[in-house]
């Protein structure tokens, strides 16, 4: 908390504002639209949510395809199923862990020729970092397929594109501004929270005045309860709201403490023989939400065998089992790391969905963790943690 927070709750306490209504919610809404650059917000319980309810908002259809990134959290995957849609999955690219645009124009392409393009798009804004919404925005809007964005791992991420010689350009815009819709979280682990939360802005009010009406339970504007569509009990409560009010006025300096812990890492770690880090793209600005690093370097991934589906085979000795260790080895000293994302292509409860391409997520799952990265953490605390990877580090990586 940034120490500011508590006034406002006072204030909702104090005027009787605690149920999923108030000043603070519009205010919160109001705010946060400013942040990111969208005109329009609705508040709601989860990012999970506000996903629900981009896809019940663009018609999809039980039996319907909907392309999502493939190396992700589940709920960005979950949230088709709640519909009864069909994920069908796109790996990332190496410069940025996103979703691969080359991959998904080819995907959009095929089915075109088949006369099956999907209900939508959904595009991960990964650990902090914006996708490449340039050629991302215009395949979908050659193919005619809504884009829908998740940046609930991105709040703060910029994105300005690069001009065909790779000079950057001027047009900085927020993650979050390039889809028909974005959801957005503020759960506990984001970089910014209200204890539980999210958002979904759009540049169409009428986009966001329905998700406001199906997350209040759809009820019609009638003397009496009357309801013509199944809706849901999804807005958060004014004290939540206070909450992200008072979290949302310090985002730039939780930016900035998530940065620097990255570049305290970089520069304590960068010697060990054979590891990586997660890229910033050249197109825009990461916040480094969570620092990710990788254990045994490209080569090592792309040398070794792979299954029929392009992921790589797991050996004992091979760096998951690395990974595994040193994930052990902080936990036995109270230190919590975490893997990265498991591609929702290699979940058993996804395990039968199409995917295009695999191998570059399947190796950066194989290969890679996170490390602490709480904006409270000290240098004290950061060295702790580099000392303990130091001990822990395989001596077999190269």
């Not at 990134?69 to 589940?74: D, I, K, N, P, R």
Request: with cysteine; hydrophobic share 40%; proline share 5%.
């Amino acid at each position: 908390m940034s120490g500011r927070e508590l006034e406002l709750i006072r204030d909702a306490f104090e005027t009787n504002w605690v149920a999923p209504l108030g000043p603070h919610v519009d205010a919160f809404e109001r705010e946060f639209s400013d942040v990111v650059g969208v005109p329009h917000a609705t508040a709601l319980s989860s990012g999970t949510a506000a996903l629900h309810l981009a896809l019940r908002i663009v018609g999809l259809q039980r039996g319907e395809d909907v392309v999502c990134s493939t190396f992700t959290f589940a709920a960005s995957a979950n949230a088709i199923a709640y519909e009864g849609g069909v994920p069908v999955f796109i790996d990332c690219d190496e410069r940025s862990w996103n979703m691969d645009p080359g991959l998904l124009r080819e995907e959009l392409a095929a089915r075109a020729e088949r006369g099956k393009l999907p209900r939508a798009v959904v595009v991960v804004d990964l650990y902090g970092q914006s996708a490449d919404y340039g050629p991302i925005v215009r395949a979908c809007d050659e193919f005619g397929v809504p884009l829908i964005e998740d940046a609930a791992e991105a709040l703060g991420a910029t994105y300005w594109g690069s001009t065909n010689d790779g000079r950057e350009t001027k047009n900085v815009r927020s993650a979050g501004s390039f889809g028909r819709m974005a959801a957005f979280s503020f759960n506990g682990n984001k970089i910014i929270t209200t204890a539980g939360g999210g958002m979904l802005v759009s540049h169409d009010k009428s986009i966001t005045d329905k998700a406001r009406f199906l997350a209040t339970q759809a009820r019609d504007k009638a003397p009496y309860y009357q309801h013509t569509e199944i809706g849901f009990n999804y807005r958060i409560s004014n004290i939540l709201a206070a909450i992200g009010r008072g979290q949302l006025k310090v985002l730039p300096e939780r930016i900035a403490a998530r940065r620097r812990n990255f570049e305290y890492y970089r520069h304590a770690l960068g010697d060990l023989p054979g590891i990586g880090w997660i890229p910033e793209a050249p197109y825009g600005r990461c916040t480094r939400w969570l620092t990710c690093l990788t254990m045994g370097g490209r080569e090592t991934g792309d040398k070794r065998q792979r299954t029929g589906n392009g992921t790589p085979e797991t050996s004992p000795a091979g760096p998951r089992s690395s990974v595994l260790g040193l994930l052990q080895s902080l936990e036995a000293e109270n230190i919590e790391a975490r893997p990265l994302w498991k591609p929702m292509h290699l979940q058993p409860v996804f395990k039968d969905y199409r995917v295009r391409g695999g191998a570059v997520s399947g190796r950066l799952f194989e290969s890679g963790l996170c490390l602490p990265s709480g904006s409270s953490l000290t240098d004290e605390d950061l060295d702790r943690v580099c000392s303990a990877v130091r001990r822990a580090w395989p001596a077999e990586i190269q």
